[in-house]
């Protein structure tokens, strides 16, 4: 028997690969992370939606998103210093 995350696993494995629909699998990608967090088809999920964006988006695009997020997340406040919280 099947578990649920491992059907929307299957559903998504097949709108990514057999029907070609990114949209659709990045939107069941996303419902197994969110709905099942902690199974390995939630790690799957993370790995396909990553193969996705390494496919279609550029990767200097890519690099610099990943970098805008960094540091987002190290200078909340907008604080330019090393470390960013008001240190």
Known sequence: MT?????????????????????????????????HPDTPEAGYSRTQILGIVNQVVPAEEFLAAQTALILRQLRPDGDRRAGGHGQ
């Open 3 to 35: 578990t649920v995350s491992e059907q929307q696993y299957g559903q998504a494995h097949a709108a990514q690969y057999a029907q070609h629909d990114l949209l659709g699998a990045l939107r069941i990608y996303g419902e197994v992370i969110a709905g």
